[in-house]
């Protein structure tokens, strides 16, 4: 699995017209399945987010995870593009990533498993949908993180 977290002042996910999700301060995670995902790749990952400390304490130090931060929220979006390889040419392919019936499972069982470490709601776009994700990042911090490069 890859994903992307970016810290976030505000963050939020519509389809259509329709707002299916918002946060202010916290973490907008994209997430990126291949076949060869497992629980194994999820409990890491999700560890990982939830322990990364990188928001500010009162010094203005990233030293904080976000279950330290009052009130932050989590959006999780699934995106697909970010199993691209690029090695060759310039049509990025996609063909490490997972089709939706090895995806969709993988990625509820990362959001639930989430979920339950963070210990709030952890909202979500609606996977395959074409959503525009609106964001403030906050920093900038973006933090990339491919469950298969743990060394």
Same mark, same amino acid.
Request: charged content about 15%.
């Given at each position: 699995?890859?994903?992307?977290i970016?810290?976030?002042?505000e963050?939020?996910?519509?389809?259509?017209?329709q707002?299916?999700?918002?946060?202010g301060?916290?973490?907008l995670?994209?997430?990126?399945?291949e076949?060869?995902?497992?629980d194994?790749?999820?409990?890491?990952l999700?560890h990982k987010?939830?322990?990364?400390? =990188?928001?500010n304490?009162n *010094?203005g130090?990233? $030293?904080l995870?976000?279950t +330290?931060?009052?009130? !932050?929220?989590?959006? %999780?979006v699934?995106?697909?593009?970010?199993?691209a390889?690029?090695?060759?040419?310039n049509?990025?392919?996609?063909?490490?990533?997972?089709?939706?019936e090895?995806?969709?499972p993988?990625?509820e069982?990362? =959001?639930s498993r989430?979920? *339950?470490l963070?210990g $709030?709601?952890v909202?979500? +776009?609606r996977f395959g !949908?074409?959503?525009? %994700?609106?964001?403030?990042n906050?920093?900038?911090?973006?933090i990339c993180i491919?469950?298969k490069n743990?060394?």
């Open positions: 699995m890859r994903i992307v970016q810290r976030v002042l963050a939020s996910v519509a389809i259509g017209q707002q299916v999700a918002s946060i301060k916290g973490m995670i994209l997430v990126g399945v076949d060869a995902d497992n194994e790749d999820i409990e890491w999700c987010v939830v322990g990364l400390r =990188i928001f304490d *010094q130090i990233m $030293n995870p976000i +330290g931060i009052s009130g !932050a929220g989590i959006i %999780v699934s995106q697909f593009t970010l199993m390889s690029v090695k060759k040419g049509r990025p392919s996609y063909i490490r990533a997972s089709r939706p090895v995806a969709i993988i990625y069982r990362f =959001i989430l979920q *339950q963070f $709030n709601q909202q979500t +776009g !949908a074409d959503m525009q %994700v609106h964001l403030v906050d920093g900038p911090v973006t491919d469950s743990r060394i």
